[in-house]
């Protein structure tokens, strides 16, 4: 799914005239940072909003667009791992 069917995706399932769209990328150490996001407001038009995103999908270790298949089959397949790490860190353990 390109960056632009993403944005579109958000666009139609969104009930407000902003989103939060969030995106998953690789840091320099290789680690996976799975909740960065980037503002859109519909005011600002389609072509606007999509030039900002794809900025971000051109960036050094961008991996998906956490709304895309990918990001979806990712969080769905990791959902145990990812439930883990967020116990661990909410009871501060580990």
Known sequence: MTTREVYYKVYA??????????????????????????????????????KKMEKIAKRKGFMFWNNSPDGEKFFEVNAKEIGKLFANMILNQK
């Open 13 to 50: 399932e969104s009930e407000l005239p902003v989103a939060l769209v969030g995106f998953a990328n690789k840091d320099r150490f290789g680690v996976i940072q799975l909740f960065q996001s980037v503002w859109l407001c519909f005011h600002d038009g389609h072509e606007v909003n999509i």
